[in-house]
Every structure is written in C-alpha cells, then in structure tokens.
C-alpha cells in the first residue's frame, strides 16, 4: 500500500455545529499532517488532526518521532475488497501493524471519499463519500466548549490520543488506543486486571489470521480466576492455555526467562486493587514488540535493520511445560526427556503405562496417604515454579503460615512472597498440586504437605 504524508497550512477553525460533522476539510497534500496547537510553526509542532479535518484513504497522521503512522491499510497481499484503521510503523517494510481501530467493523469494498474524523465529542467515526458511519467509538463522558475542543494525535510511543484542547495547549487524554489493546504490547502499554471489579480488564488479543485482524482464538493477560498475580494466555471460551506463575516481588515464577534480561525491564505495579504488567528496552532507540500470533505464539520481536528485519529475542511458550498441567497432579515437567517426572520425595506414577512416553497428565500419587491429625509436616522443594490455583491468605511470618496451613486438612502447601514490595505475603495451594516445573536459577521454594511416614523415611535417609 502506497503511503502519502501531509501537512496543513490553515489555521485549525472550530465547527460549532453538532454530531456529525457538517464543515471537513481535506488535509492538502505536502510532507506530513497536522494541526499546530499554538501558532503555525510547520513540523516544530505536534502533528495532529482536528474536528474540521479528514483523514481520507492514502493520508496519514504521523508521531512527532515519524517512528509510526495512522492511516488506512489493506491486510492482505494483493489487497482484497477490505481495510482497516490502524496505526504501523513508518518506513519499516514489510508492512508491521501494532494497532487496528476496527477490528470487528471492516471498510468493506472501500470506495473513493472513507474516512476518519473527529467529531466535537471527542469521538473517532470513520464514515464513507456520503458520511454513512461504519465505525464509531466514543470516549465517555467529555463535552466540548467554547474555549477548548478535542485533537487528536499519534504520540511518540504510538499511542493514539485524543486531548482536550485550547489554543494554547492541551490537558489529559480523554480517549488512548492503549486503553483497546490489539494484539501487540508496545513499550509502555499496559495489560492490567482490577481485582475489585473484576471488569478493568486490558489483554492482547490475536489476530484471526496473518491477514484478518478481527478477534482471533487467544488471549494473554491476568488471570482472573486466581488471587496471586500472574499472567495467562487463553484460548476462546476462558480455556487456559499457560501461565506464568505467581509474582513473587520480583519476577513471575515460572518465567525466569524475563530475569535479568539484557535487552529488555519488565515492571508489575500495583495500584489498590488494580495490576497491571508493561516493559520497556533498556535502549529507546530499539524497536521492540510484544505479539500474540494467529497460532497462539507469544513472541518478544526485535528490529534490527533493514537487512534482517524483526528478530525473534524470545518466545515465551516454546515447549511442552509452558502448557497448564502437561504432567498431571505432583508431576514436575522439564525441558528434556522424559519431559514429566513425579515429585522425589513421596509419590509415584498414577499409572505405570506409558509414563511417560506420549501422554503423561494422568500425573502421581502419594505413596503414604496424608494424616492430619497425626503429624503430617512440610518438605522444603527448591526453584520451583509455584503451581496452579493459589490462595493469598495476606501478610504474615513463613513460620505462621506454615502453623496455618498445617491446620487446614487440605492445605497441600505453601510459600512466602514479598509479592507487593512489603513484606512476607502467605500464599497456600488446597488440594492437589498441578503445573509444577524446575525452573533453574530462578523459581521460589515451595513447602509441600508430607505424611509423617514418608517424612521419617526421608529423616532415615539423610541419616
């Protein structure tokens, strides 16, 4: 698709009739598009599009940096009778886009004269020659005045904003693409859960296809059916696919891969109820992007120049382990063959067939039934990713949530973390403990419920 960049030259006039727009004028082709916010100063201001301007099929609206670019782009190759809004990057070919305005709502068979205008609401509405409306999104709550009147622009970091704005300057956003997140994590762009509600709720989601940016089958964010922290990628109705594990302060517990990482910080932050997960390259100049491929791949992409294009720096799951309970019940996956082995200490394969040989999530048993009356106690594991389903039960001492957990029958174990940056939270796991992992160099201890027979055999073998 051939790309054209604009700037205007005319003064930014503000339309006070109401929604639609009735005045639009045509950005005049020269180098780049904008509206100045104070005085018309050329490319010394930012670049930006305001209520009486169109942004029509073959324009683009283009970040301070000319790092991306908004505008009209056709998913395929050779282009079918179909378009998108969205935002890519500029002079990076082939084509990468980051971000899709419509993804349920197309340009479909687009005719000369689609469009995108802003209208006094502060609301995006891409219409056709005859201002039908195909798409619209409204921000809420904003209402024009007088004095101050919403622009729209392409930030830096690529995020599109509109901002409420007076002729000299312009307050906080009232509407950001960051907040519709696609299927790509920019630097700085957040995926979050507010455990309160329970409805602030910003994950990526998947393309369809390589050439279908509607809804695809996967999405990554926080998982809401747990109380600690962690980051999960699931498949359509809520099926989870893999996790991360809980965050411990520091790092998720099975993502050791993330830890002192040369190229890229990864920051967890709290904020009353809400969490949210963002990263960031330690260089600026570095084009780094985080995407949810078709295919349900989580792939961190790299630029490295025009010869070598994107790089793949890391996939975050690659292997047989990253899938939710792939050895069953009390079964550690490794990396290496065979991939699920039981626990050392105290349990042993569920069934002997085929352990495990190609299906191994049929998992282990104890080999001495738990007695909680009777002197059940913990075995110390290390550098483990903790397993599913955790309990926060908040802040105390390891040695009272210990005392705790031994009380609960069907506490099976539990660690502690200094999840929010505090101080030791107690986190318990009930029942029987499923997606384990060695995680080497990394992970967290895990005390996991033992018989006291089996914690006599193991006291005679250090012996």
């Known amino acids: 698709m ?8 005319a003064l930014y006039i503000y339309a006070s009739n109401a929604y639609p727009i009735n005045t639009i004028t045509r950005l005049k082709p020269t180098l780049s598009l904008g509206t100045p916010i104070n005085t018309i100063t050329g490319l010394k201001t930012t670049l930006s599009l305001g209520t009486t301007q169109a942004l029509y099929d073959g324009d683009t609206l283009v970040s301070k940096n000319q790092r991306f670019e908004l505008g009209f782009f056709c998913p395929s190759n050779p282009c079918k009778d179909i378009k998108f809004l969205g935002v890519w990057y500029k002079n990076i070919a082939p084509l990468t886009v980051v971000w899709v305005a419509n993804r349920r709502r197309p340009v479909r068979r687009p005719s000369v004269g689609v469009h995108l205008v802003l209208s006094e609401f502060g609301g995006l509405v891409i219409q056709d020659a005859s201002r039908r409306v195909i798409w619209r999104k409204v921000p809420r709550g904003y209402s024009h005045s007088k004095t101050r009147k919403p622009v729209m622009q392409l930030l830096d970091s690529g995020n599109l904003v509109v901002r409420d704005c007076d002729n000299s300057s312009c307050g906080d956003s009232i509407w950001e693409s960051f907040n ?47 109380h600690a922290p962690q980051l999960v990628l699931t498949k359509e109705n809520g099926v989870r696919l893999s996790r991360w594990g809980p965050w411990d302060g520091e790092m998720f517990s099975g993502m050791n891969s993330l830890k002192d990482n040369p190229v890229l910080s990864t920051t967890l932050r709290f904020d009353d109820d809400k969490v949210s997960f963002k990263f960031a390259p330690f260089n600026e100049s570095m084009l780094l992007r985080l995407v949810l491929s078709p295919l349900g791949s989580l792939e961190f992409f790299w630029w490295k120049s025009k010869n070598d294009g994107w790089l793949t720096i890391l996939t975050l799951n ?146």
């Open 318 to 463: 690659k292997d047989n382990c990253d899938r939710i309970g792939s050895c069953g019940s009390y079964g550690i996956c490794y990396s290496d063959d065979p991939s699920c082995r039981c626990l050392e200490q105290g349990f042993m394969a569920i069934s002997s067939v085929d352990w495990c040989g190609f299906e191994c999530s049929s998992g282990c048993k104890r080999k001495h039934d738990l007695n909680c009356s009777n002197g059940d106690g913990f075995l110390k594991y290390e550098q483990m990713k903790l397993p599913d389903n955790s309990t926060v039960w908040g802040a105390m001492s390891t040695e009272d949530c210990e005392n705790k957990c031994l009380k609960e029958c069907n506490c099976m174990a539990y660690t502690s973390l200094n999840m929010y940056g505090n101080g030791s939270i107690c986190v318990v796991w009930f029942d029987d403990l499923n997606d384990l992992r060695v995680i080497h160099g990394g992970g967290n201890d895990l005390y996991i419920r033992m018989s006291h027979i089996e914690l006599g055999i193991i006291f005679f073998q250090l012996i």
């Open 180 to 226: 519709l997140p696609g299927d790509t994590l920019l630097p700085g762009m957040e995926v979050s859960l507010d455990y309160g509600s329970r409805v602030g709720y910003l994950a990526i989601t998947s393309w369809r296809k390589k050439d279908d940016p509607s809804d695809g089958d996967f999405k990554f964010g926080f998982d809401k059916l747990v």
């Open 2 to 9: 051939s790309t054209f960049f604009w700037v205007f030259t």
